[in-house]
């Protein structure tokens, strides 16, 4: 039989490997959701200086007309 005192022990493990599980998975989690927001800013970023680009071509041509 065990003590209470094993009993207590391994349930204070088991919480502290639970924890252990969920900062992991979180931490990848966070790791994929950093990736993922990267690439969005860099797809955005493209898009902005398309436009600006776009933008500066109808200023040049509007103004040397």
Not at 23 to 29: D, F, G, I, K
């Amino acid at each position: 039989d065990w003590s209470e005192e094993e009993i207590e022990l391994l349930r204070l493990l088991a919480a502290s490997v639970m924890t252990e599980i969920e900062t992991r998975r979180l931490a990848t989690e966070l790791r994929t959701l950093s990736t993922d927001l990267q690439h969005m800013v860099e797809a955005r970023t493209s898009q902005l200086s398309r436009a600006e680009e776009r933008w500066r071509v109808l200023l040049s041509v509007n103004n040397a007309a």
